[in-house]
């Protein structure tokens, strides 16, 4: 099979799991059936917005979700059946560690959905715990060895959440972090994981502020003959003005192809009508219109 994916592609995410029953609904622990059906319809309202979003004009060749299995059974084979690309999470959510939501049956609930893409969360500081790395770099591997033997795209995103000398380093500042110090800790965690066997299609990219930090970063994810390797943006449930730059600072950087953004697209929009104080109606509408809006902006 060959490694990478080189078409556009603007996926709407909202495989939340733990962090969006609690922060949303204020669930904690397990929830009862009344209460991931809630969660469920909600998840729906999204996928609602993005299918106007296509209605009206966005791409639905480049267009995608990525949504979970525990919340999201329903869109996923409804997605599959009505024809747009699909990315599934196969990571336990809520842990800093990566392992696998299903254990040993990964495989079997890949096959059973039949998703486009298979995806992780990982998060993976160079000077983080090398044993942590080491154990997640074995699983990942085991995982992309297993979507590339049958045929599969596997998408990574990819997470350098600051250690706390580093923060030090530049007064505690998270800014300072994100602007000076993340990009090159994202450059030289790539260069680990690759050295490690793991071989994404598509990586997805936390945003940069500086387009030479984008065009490093591409560089690294097609190095030694992976010429089809991509990046996507993430949003990091920032606001429009951060995403949006992010945006265009990636746009047409050889090896960008598009994004994968979730709470900037929804999260305001769900929550009103969560709350209700706006219609299901008016909150697919936002949603979609947002989404259009962020393919637009990618696109200028």
Not at 263 to 277: C, G, N
Request: with cysteine.
């Amino acid at each position: 099979m060959e490694l990478g994916y080189d078409k556009p592609l603007y996926i709407l995410a909202f495989d939340h799991r733990g962090s969006f029953q609690k922060k949303f609904f204020g669930i904690s622990g397990e929830p009862t059936p009344e209460e991931a059906e809630r969660i469920s319809d909600a998840k729906m309202v999204i996928f609602e917005g993005f299918r106007k979003a296509v209605d009206g004009g966005a791409p639905k060749d480049a267009g995608g979700i990525l949504v979970d299995e525990q919340f999201g059974t329903d869109i996923a084979r409804t997605a599959t059946k009505e024809g747009f690309q699909l990315a599934m999470p196969v990571e336990k959510s809520g842990q800093d560690e990566f392992d696998f939501q299903f254990g040993e049956e990964f495989g079997a609930h890949i096959e059973d959905f039949d998703p486009t893409f298979s995806k992780v969360l990982v998060r993976w500081n160079p000077e983080a715990d090398q044993g942590m790395n080491q154990r997640q770099g074995a699983r990942l591997k085991r995982l992309g060895d297993w979507l590339h033997a049958n045929d599969r795209k596997y998408l990574f995103e990819l997470l350098v959440p600051a250690e706390p000398h580093q923060l030090e380093a530049v007064g505690g500042d998270t800014d300072r972090y994100d602007k000076e110090v993340r990009a090159g800790l994202m450059h030289t965690a790539i260069g680990q994981i690759q050295d490690g066997g793991i071989e994404p299609d598509i990586w997805k990219i936390e945003g940069l502020d500086a387009r030479e930090d984008c065009e490093r970063i591409s560089e690294q994810v097609r190095r030694d003959g992976r010429d089809g390797v991509a990046c996507v943006v993430l949003g990091r449930g920032a606001d429009d003005d951060a995403v949006i730059h992010w945006l265009q600072t990636g746009a047409g950087v050889p090896g960008y192809i598009g994004f994968a953004i979730g709470r900037t697209i929804w999260w305001d929009s769900l929550k009103a009508y969560v709350d209700a104080t706006s219609t299901r109606e008016a909150a697919s509408d936002a949603i979609g219109a947002t989404y259009r809006r962020m393919i637009d902006a990618y696109n200028a």
